[in-house]
């Protein structure tokens, strides 16, 4: 009976021991994952179910048979792959990388179009959209002679003056200014000389070289005599009272001026100067003709009239020498403080 006793003793410090050890290796695992905090939040997950049911909503990790899933999704990163598929719900569009692209290209080309627009037609005038260089006719060559012609727009208030306005080539810098004119000219007298206003819808025509007859004029019903004395580039037009008309056929003219000034004279083109009428007029037709069918007398007889002033300019500005390139080349219009009122190239 000792021995049985003996043995249950032995048997009892075993399963001690054994116990202990187990013990033992609890606590060291535990220290090893996380010890006392770990157990603080295991104990918090297990509450939070019920946490949850006491304030009426469902937990992330408990979740009723009943209750439907619930999947919480935040804004999306800029990194993010997009649903090409999906709906835009909040009004924006999704934007192309390649669509982006084109539209930045378009926008820097239209930048650099201004600018070099900018730079072709230098520091805008308050006169630009005012008057502008006509396209039909220049810059040209006539022989030695360059030739431009601008005009006032119709719609301008008021009457522009021009005079010390200049025509300039970008390309190499000449530049020649527009000098004062003559309203109405006369031949053989001393002409006042007055700004050139270019009223709405008038137009002139500026020439690189010397007048023709020593000045910058507004042209008239009877310019055209000037061009049957003298060589215009480009020539002037042939607009004059008729002869028929400037001696009309009444019973008091023929018996003054005799039926053969009268056939003489219906002969004749407009603005056109006879030098050698025939011996068998009158003395009277001799004179009559001297005195109006000339361009003096062609003033002196319609001056007066409407319609007498032309809406347009002969401007010489006598550079003396070439404004601008024969091929290729930036003219302007440059207003008295030098801004450009308008530009052709060619």
Known sequence: M???????SMLRQVLIGFAAAVVIILIIVWLVTGGVGKTIEVAQNIFKPFTS??????SEGFRLPWQPTVVVQGPALPNDPVDAGASDTGGG???????????????????????????????????????????????????????VGIQAEQGNATPVDITA????????????????????????????????????????????GSSPVGTSFRENLCTGYLGSMQTFSP?????????SETLPETPDNLRTYGDECFNYVQQLSSCTFPLSPPRSVYPACRIFIANHLSYNGCVQDNKYKTGFAQNSWRIYLGAGGELW????????????????VDVIMY
């Open 235 to 243: 020539p002037l037009a042939a607009r004059c009272p008729s002869p």
């Open 165 to 208: 306005w200049s025509l300039q080539s970008a390309l190499t810098g000449i530049r020649a200014f527009i000098p004062r004119g003559v309203d109405t000219f006369m031949l053989g007298a001393v002409n006042a000389q007055v700004d050139i206003y270019l009223n709405p819808g008038a137009s002139a025509l500026l020439s690189s």
């Open 93 to 147: 569009e999704v934007q192309d990388p390649a669509s982006d692209l084109s539209a930045a290209q378009r926008e820097y080309d239209a930048l650099q179009a201004q600018i070099n627009e900018a730079k072709t037609f230098g520091n805008p005038s308050p006169y630009r959209g005012q008057v502008f260089i006509v396209q039909g006719g220049g810059p040209a060559k006539s022989g030695a002679n360059e030739y």
């Open 53 to 58: 049911l006491v304030s009426g909503g469902p």
């Open 325 to 340: 390139r024969n091929t290729h080349d930036i003219v302007r219009l440059l207003d008295k403080e030098g801004r450009t």
């Open 2 to 8: 000792a021995s049985g006793g003996h043995g249950e």
